[in-house]
């Protein structure tokens, strides 16, 4: 079993962090570029932020720039993705995905191959 669990979501208030962790299973990740994806509803599925295989390069959406951190821990086959500053806007369902590159690709659905079931956040006053 290949498999990426994702955990970490709820409601916050804006202004409030969230810090969200993915769970690889079934196979190792040092090999792998990890991207987290977001959808709220209604709305396109839409590149978050990833990381390269061995963390030495970060992606940021423009949107989370200065708010969100992405991290990576090889040894405990995780990452994770600190949220800080939470908007309203930043609602949706979180998924991670793995990237069959050392290094990320564009944010582009068919380039990665294993998809987590997603995480709730929901920032909300």
């Known amino acids: 079993q290949l498999q990426l669990v994702e955990s970490g979501g709820g409601f916050v208030q804006p202004g409030g962090s969230l810090r969200l962790s993915c769970a690889a299973s079934g196979f190792t990740l040092d090999s792998s570029s990890i991207g987290w994806f977001r959808q709220a509803p209604g709305k396109a599925r839409e590149g978050v932020s990833c990381?390269?295989?061995?963390?030495?390069?970060?992606n940021y959406a423009d949107s989370v720039k200065g708010r969100f951190t992405i991290s990576r821990d090889n040894a405990k086959n995780t990452v994770y993705l600190q949220m800080n500053s939470l908007k309203p806007e930043d609602t949706g369902v979180y998924y991670c995905?793995?990237?069959?590159?050392?290094?990320?690709?564009?944010?582009?659905?068919?380039?990665?191959?294993?998809w987590g079931q997603g995480t709730q956040v929901t920032v909300s006053s």
């Open positions: 995905a793995r990237a069959p590159y050392y290094y990320c690709p564009a944010y582009v659905i068919k380039l990665y191959d294993y």
């Open positions: 990381i390269s295989s061995s963390g030495d390069s970060t």
